[in-house]
């Protein structure tokens, strides 16, 4: 029983030894590591801002012409026109008010 008592005492005894040992030799190796992932070819990114085109302001229009254009083309109405032949309006067959 003493016996086993101090075959285990001994071990907790070196079990600091041979981590700082382990500590050491993983220090060691670490750098070449570190070289060898630097030598490593690493993956091109696309440039996430690369087609980015800054904001440029519209210069200021008379507000009398620009409702004048929008007269000439048929108001309001053919904007409405527009959105619903693109699909963002409301459905095209007028039957969105019976799923009340």
Same mark, same amino acid.
């Given at each position: 029983?003493?016996?086993? /008592?101090?075959?285990?005492a001994?071990?907790?005894?070196? &079990?600091?030894?041979?981590?700082? =040992?382990?500590?050491? &030799?993983w220090? %060691?190796?670490m750098? &070449?590591?570190?070289?060898?992932? %630097?030598?490593?070819s690493?993956? =091109?990114?696309?440039?996430? /801002? +690369?087609?980015?085109?800054?904001?440029r302001?519209?210069?200021?229009?008379?507000?009398?012409?620009?409702?004048?254009? =929008?007269?000439?083309? !048929? +108001?309001?109405?053919?904007?409405?026109?527009?959105?619903?032949?693109? +699909?963002? +309006?409301? !459905?095209?067959n !007028?039957?969105?008010?019976h799923?009340?």
């Amino acid at each position: 029983m003493l016996k086993l /008592f101090l075959r285990r005492a001994a071990l907790l005894a070196y &079990a600091p030894f041979l981590a700082l =040992v382990s500590m050491c &030799a993983w220090l %060691a190796a670490m750098p &070449a590591a570190l070289a060898a992932e %630097a030598v490593a070819s690493r993956p =091109v990114a696309a440039d996430p /801002f +690369g087609h980015y085109q800054r904001w440029r302001d519209e210069p200021l229009q008379d507000w009398r012409k620009a409702n004048a254009r =929008v007269g000439e083309i !048929g +108001g309001w109405r053919t904007y409405l026109r527009e959105s619903q032949q693109a +699909g963002d +309006g409301p !459905g095209q067959n !007028g039957s969105d008010h019976h799923a009340h």
